[in-house]
């Protein structure tokens, strides 16, 4: 599909991206019919978080192929690409048991081939005291990963003190090699930046993209509420037009969040408006 600027021709320089979608938006499927949604859309890529109906996913997966070698067989035999695996792991507030659940991800990612596991920033301010948390923590995880010989790496997702812009920017700056999942819905709606300001200040971080649209709303309890893409208020056609331009080439990811919103339409019903609407 060609992408198109804010004027409705084609940019000089296509999107070069990973289009994806998040399981969140069919947490009730099994894996091969996620394989199938994609395949259906000619998306080439997909993030996990939920599958059959948990976002426990190294018990499904342990339950649904046994081994994660079998789940690499099927992977191997499948169009599909696994980009990233979710998880709960909240980089500010931790505890061992929640580190010890991110190690459960660990050999199911490899089997996939997905190169991020997903964790959340965590915290509420980004001050100095949080921002030491996450450092202790992503230390933790290299010393484990280098030791284990893991290819798999931690993206963090801009959630709690990261969907607003400073806080986001002073981890950046105290962090130099992390990689970054931007949630640019939530830098947007939940921060007030718009999405092309923080791009041009956190690009070099980015590896992965959520996008996602929504309309204001005083009466739902965000503030607003999430719409089919192209019916919202969120600037996509300016951030695609931004990401060509910049020749970005990591991940674009629709998070279509019914899994924790099942009022939305499905996943499909979604994916069929992105492309209805030229979207992305």
Not at 16 to 37: P, Q, T, Y
Not at 51 to 64: E, F
Not at 152 to 173: F, K, M, Q, S
Request: aromatic letters at 8%; a negative charge; glycine letters at 8%.
């Amino acid at each position: 599909m060609a992408e198109t600027d804010l004027t409705g021709r084609e940019p000089a320089v296509p999107f070069k991206g990973k289009r994806a979608f998040s399981s969140l938006g069919c947490g009730h499927n099994e894996l091969h019919e996620l394989v199938a949604l994609a395949a259906r859309h000619s998306i080439p890529c997909a993030e996990l978080r939920t599958l059959g109906g948990t976002v426990d996913l190294p018990r499904y997966l342990a339950a649904s192929y046994g081994s994660p070698d079998r789940l690499a067989r099927f992977m191997a035999s499948s169009p599909l690409r696994v980009v990233s695996l979710g998880t709960s792991l909240r980089l500010v507030g931790n505890t061992g048991e929640s580190r010890n659940a991110l190690l459960q991800y660990v050999p199911w990612a490899e089997a996939c081939g997905a190169s991020t596991l997903r964790v959340f920033d965590g915290g509420t301010t980004g001050d100095r005291e949080e921002i030491a948390q996450a450092r202790a923590t992503l230390d933790w995880w290299r010393e484990r990963r280098d030791g284990e010989g893991w290819q798999v790496d931690l993206a963090i997702e801009t959630h709690d003190a990261c969907a607003n812009e400073a806080p986001l920017l002073r981890l950046i700056e105290a962090l130099p090699d992390c990689q970054i999942l931007w949630d640019a819905h939530h830098t947007w709606r939940k921060g007030g930046t718009h999405p092309i300001d923080t791009w041009w200040r956190i690009r070099e971080r980015v590896r992965h993209i959520h996008v996602k649209d929504s309309v204001g709303d005083r009466e739902a309890p965000a503030g607003y509420r999430y719409v089919l893409p192209g019916d919202g208020q969120f600037p996509m056609r300016e951030l695609m037009s931004a990401l060509c331009a910049d020749g970005y080439d990591g991940v674009l990811s629709l998070e279509w969040e019914r899994h924790w919103h099942p009022q939305l339409p499905t996943l499909e019903e979604a994916l069929n408006a992105a492309r209805q609407h030229a979207w992305w």
